[in-house]
Every structure is written in structure tokens, then in C-alpha cells.
């Protein structure tokens, strides 16, 4: 019993952030119809921003999280600005095409100037770990657990009140029908993009603490994001959100009860089993 | 007549290279340069002719790989025969991921192909009793063969580059064969509209899975050669998402759905990436990256794809 709830809790800690990441995913495919493979390395620089934020300054990543999610948001931006919307108008496939460069681009230059080395942050709180009711917890993974939740409430608020995160939903619904009722499609998509990145770059900094960091770890994040975005519905938030929660919960009950090898693999048999069986996701919310 | 021509000059320079260059650098660096265009050969029917992006082309690879190396230690067949049965055995396996892939359309096919391929590296870097797992496979020595009376010296590079250029010749004359035929019609058609394709009587999952049974098979015979050219494989290396990817640039980069355009590719890109490699060791794929955005951004046809306009002909054909 102790077992299983410890298993449960790992889950969700680890849920939470998978969520956060795509939830970055799934509203700028919502948006911009884009499926953006490099979202995992917009993670891994999250994670090296905290990394380096803690070798250099010797800044607490959860605090560098407060410089490094703008900075994110504002090279979110620049991409979509800059690189992404000439390739828009030229369909799923080329821009599928098109980030699965980018990716490759930003992870390579990456491994370029940072080495493959795996780095890892060693925080000095990190290492007895907080043991409420006999399960055990480490405080990095409960910290970043409680700013996931807080980020993702304060952006489902977002989307829902105010204005911005109307025009968002309203240009994911229609883009054109947007246009007309006077959203400024363009200004929204670079938003969009800007707040998924900084989503995939928070995460990355959340996660530092708890993971090995190197150059490519985007490759696995992503697919796993695939995974997770599928499950829970292409272009639903809150489908994204279960499906995080719901992969972390397979992944470490996996691990116990199947076996710690094929815990990835039950994910991607999962993956499968949705896309060809209820193509619009668990909940039945995404486009099919 | 000046595609004949400029085949038939292809053909004699690969053929002469070796006269040129004792280098083994410039040797390995054309045997990499005819293993991508394999590769980028073997995709391109599938993603550019019936435009079927896969991300999981590296399944054929490994299957094939693992089969020509497998056979060969454990069963002691002749890695020549197993070469040729790793192709087969890619295309056997790639009928049931053609099945249930193929009732996916457009992005959601090629997210369904990466999942099938990370499920196989996981099943093969967890089935330690077939595949040793993690350790991989290692040939310490290859069987003696005669060619034409002398001993062939599988030390030297120049033997697995004149099998490179045959392996090349066969891929680039089969993708020349399909362009021509009626399955290169059916495929073209379903790449520009899949639902007119069905309307107009083609069996569209039938030419589909063809396609990439043939794609299957030449990935299946590189994976083969890789094997034999290395003498190691392990997982991480023959499976991973990385081969994958690289393929599709390979293709995309030098000119999707045309017959020259992945060895354009692998010219532009190994070169560049080789020799990268040579003087930094990592981050030889930042141009891969870059090459890949410059393509789809300003010409999404392609190198050759591109250059092929400039060749006199070009006009009166289209």
C-alpha cells in the first residue's frame, strides 16, 4: 500500500511538468496548426538557463526561473517572428519539417558550445527529502511541483478572462472568423508561440534540479509531449493536462508493476492505441 | 539525353574515385556519403513520392542491421546473403507498421511512425537474449572471399565502397523504375490529394504499403552494410531518433521525389558534416539544421530539385 502511494505521488510530481510542457505544445498547435518539434529543446534551454544560473551566480533555479521564463517568452517571439510565419502559410508537413530543423539547429549548437557532458544541480536542500505520512518526496520535485501548478492556473485564468487569452481561444477556434471580428491574428500567433515557449522554458528550469541536462535531452522530452498532447486531445489545454498527469502515472506505475525497462514503452503502445482508435484524444476535446 | 549523359558521368566518376584518393579520410567520407544517399534514397519513395513523412525510418535500418550481423554470429550465414535478407527482413516488418500507420494521415502519420520506432529500439535494447541488449554486436573479422581470383582485403576501405556504390546504383535505379511506373503515378497522386486518389479507383493503402515495403527493404540492406562497414552496431546507434531525422533531411535537403536528389543531399550534407566532425568532434548536425530551414523556407523543391530547372529539357518536360 505504502508502495503503490508513493507511486502515485512520484506520478504526479513528475505529471505536473510533463503537463506544463504540453500545454506549451498543444496551444500552439491549437493556434498556429504548428507541430513544433523543437518544444523539447526550448525545454533544454531552460534547463541549462538554470543551470548556468547556478554555476555562475549561484542562483537557485527556482529563482532564476524568474529571469529566464521572460526571456523565453521574448525568444518565443523572435522565432515565431523571424523564422516561423513565412513557413506558415505552406502547410503542417513543411513546418513539421521546418522545427524538426530547428530542433536539430538549436540542439546542436548546444551540444556545440556546452558539450554532451551530463551536468547535473546539485542543490543543498536537495538531498534529504521531505517524508510527510512515511512518503518520501524530494523538495526540488515538490517546489517545482507547487510553481507548475501555480504557472498553469495563472494561464488557464489567463486564456479564460481577459482579452489576449480570448483572441488566443477565438483565433485556435478560427483563424479567419478571428480576423474579422478584429483579432489581430498575426500579433496573437507570435503571443502564442512566445507563451509556449516560455511554458517548455519554465518546465526546463523546474526540472533542472531533478534531472541530468544535456544538449539532446530535448529529442526524448518531445516525443514524450507527442505522447502526452495525443492522449489528452491535439489543441486541448486541459486534455494536456490530464494527459501529463495521466503519462507521469503510467510511466511510475509502469516502472514498479510491469518493469522499470518497458515503463517508456507502455506510453507509446497507449499513443498508438489513441491515435488509431479516438483520434481527438482520451477526453474526445482535440481535432482530430 | 543530357540526364543519360550526366548518369553515365556519375557513374564513371564513382567508379574512379578510388584511383584518385588512397586518403582513407576522403575513402570513408564517400562510403558515408553513399550510405546517407542509400538512406535518403530509401525514404524519399515513401515521403517524397507519396509524400508519407516517416520519422521512423530507423526501424529498417536496425531490423536490417540486426539481422545481417545476428545471422552472421550466431548462425555463421555468410554476412552477403544476410545483407540481402536484413533488406527483406525490413520489408517483412514494415508490412504490419505500413497497416496500422497508414490509417493515419499527414502529421499524425509521422508521429505514429516515431512512436513505432522508439517502441523497437526499446523492445531491442531490452530483448538482451536476441540482441545483447545495450553491449550490441561486435565482428571481429569478416569471411575471406575471392574476387576474381585474389583475396579480397577487408581491411581496406575500397571493398565496402565499390558495395556502397552497387547498393547506391540499385536504390537510385529502382527509385528511377517507380517514377516511371504506374505505382510512381499512384503514389504522386496520392501525395497531391489523397481523397481524389481513392475517388479515382487507386487502392491507396495497397501502393502506400508497397512503397514502403521498397523503402523498408533498401533502408533494410544500408542497415546491413552499416553493420558490416562498422562492425559494430547497438541500439542507440542503429535505432535511434537521430538516423531517423537525418534521412528525412538527407532527402528534403536535396530534393524530395526526384532520383538524384538524395545522393545531391548526401554530397552537401556528409561532406559538411564530416568534416565538421573532423575538426570539433560534436555539433556536426548544426548545418543540417540550417540547410533544412534554408530548403523548406526558399526552395522547398530542393538542391537538384532547383538545379534540375536549370538543365536544358527541363522546360518542354513540365
Known amino acids: 500500500m505504502a508502495t503503490l502511494i508513493q507511486t502515485i505521488v512520484s506520478g504526479v510530481l513528475t505529471g505536473s511538468l510533463y503537463a506544463m510542457i504540453a500545454v506549451g505544445l498543444t496551444i500552439v498547435f491549437g493556434v498556429m496548426r504548428i507541430i513544433n518539434m523543437a518544444h523539447g529543446d526550448m525545454v533544454m534551454l531552460g534547463m541549462f538557463g538554470a543551470y548556468w544560473g547556478y554555476a555562475l551566480w549561484h542562483l537557485d533555479p527556482f529563482v532564476s526561473a524568474l529571469l529566464w521564463v521572460p526571456l523565453m517568452f521574448v525568444f518565443g517571439m523572435g522565432v515565431q517572428r523571424l523564422l516561423l510565419r513565412k513557413i506558415l502559410p505552406s502547410g503542417e508537413l513543411n513546418t513539421l519539417l521546418y522545427t524538426a530543423g530547428l530542433s536539430l539547429l538549436i540542439a546542436n549548437l548546444a551540444l556545440f558550445f556546452w558539450t554532451g557532458d551530463y551536468r547535473t544541480i546539485n542543490l543543498p536542500y536537495a538531498l534529504a527529502p521531505a517524508r510527510p505520512f512515511g512518503i518520501s518526496i524530494p523538495l526540488p520535485a515538490a517546489i517545482a511541483f507547487a510553481i507548475a501548478i501555480v504557472i498553469t492556473a495563472v494561464l488557464y485564468l489567463f486564456l479564460s478572462r481577459t482579452d489576449t487569452g480570448r483572441a488566443i481561444r477565438a483565433t485556435a477556434q478560427n483563424p479567419d472568423s478571428a480576423a474579422l471580428m478584429g483579432v489581430d491574428v498575426g500579433r496573437i500567433d507570435m503571443i502564442t508561440f512566445g507563451l509556449g515557449t516560455a511554458l517548455a522554458g519554465a518546465a526546463g528550469v523546474l526540472l533542472a534540479p531533478s534531472l541530468y541536462l544535456y544538449p539532446t535531452v530535448g529529442e526524448i522530452l518531445v516525443v514524450k509531449c507527442f505522447v502526452i498532447v495525443v492522449l489528452g486531445g491535439l489543441g486541448s489545454v486541459p486534455g494536456a493536462i490530464a494527459g501529463g498527469v495521466l503519462l507521469g502515472l503510467v510511466e511510475s506505475l509502469g516502472a514498479v508493476y510491469v518493469s522499470v525497462p518497458y515503463k517508456d514503452t507502455i506510453g507509446f503502445v497507449l499513443f498508438l492505441l489513441v491515435l488509431l482508435f479516438r483520434p481527438a484524444g482520451l477526453f474526445g476535446v482535440g481535432r482530430s | ?318
Open chain 2, 1 to 318: 539525353m543530357t540526364k543519360q549523359i550526366l548518369a553515365a558521368i556519375g557513374i564513371g566518376v564513382l567508379l574512379a574515385v578510388p584511383y584518385v584518393t588512397a586518403n582513407p579520410f576522403y575513402q570513408h567520407l564517400l562510403i558515408m556519403v553513399l550510405f546517407w544517399t542509400l538512406l535518403g534514397a530509401a525514404w524519399n519513395l515513401l515521403g517524397g513520392f507519396a509524400g508519407q513523412v516517416s520519422f521512423g525510418h530507423a526501424t529498417f535500418l536496425g531490423v536490417g542491421a540486426y539481422t545481417t550481423m545476428l545471422l552472421y554470429l550466431k548462425l555463421g550465414w555468410s554476412p552477403w546473403l544476410g545483407l540481402i535478407l536484413g533488406g527483406l527482413t525490413g520489408a517483412l516488418i514494415a508490412l504490419p507498421i505500413g497497416l496500422i500507420c497508414f490509417r493515419l494521415r499527414g502529421p499524425y502519420f509521422s508521429l505514429a511512425t516515431l512512436a513505432v520506432a522508439e517502441i523497437v529500439r526499446l523492445v531491442a535494447l531490452n530483448w538482451e537474449s536476441l540482441t545483447a541488449g545495450p553491449t550490441g554486436l561486435l565482428i571481429t573479422h569478416l569471411p575471406a572471399l575471392n574476387w576474381f581470383g585474389s583475396p579480397v582485403n577487408w581491411e581496406s576501405k575500397l571493398p565496402f565502397y565499390y558495395i556502397a556504390v552497387a547498393l547506391t546504383l540499385v536504390a537510385m535505379g529502382a527509385t528511377w523504375f517507380i517514377s516511371r511506373s504506374r505505382l510512381g503515378a499512384y503514389l504522386l497522386a496520392i501525395r497531391e490529394d489523397m481523397d481524389s486518389a481513392e475517388a479515382a479507383g487507386i487502392d491507396t493503402t495497397r501502393a502506400k504499403v508497397i512503397a514502403l515495403a521498397v523503402s523498408a527493404f533498401i533502408a533494410g540492406l544500408a542497415g546491413g552494410f552499416y553493420g558490416l562497414y562498422f562492425r559494430y552496431i547497438d541500439p542507440d546507434a542503429v535505432f535511434s531518433i537521430s538516423m531517423s531525422v537525418e534521412m528525412v533531411f538527407i532527402a528534403v535537403v536535396g530534393g524530395i521525389a526526384t532520383t538524384a536528389g538524395p545522393i545531391v543531399g548526401a554530397v552537401f550534407l556528409v561532406t559538411i558534416a564530416e568534416i565538421f566532425r573532423e575538426r570539433f568532434q560534436v555539433g556536426h548536425l548544426i548545418f543540417y539544421g540550417l540547410l533544412m530551414m534554408i530548403v523548406i523556407r526558399y526552395m522547398p523543391e530542393g538542391i537538384w530539385g532547383r538545379v534540375r530547372n536549370w538543365l536544358p529539357g527541363a522546360k518542354a518536360r513540365s
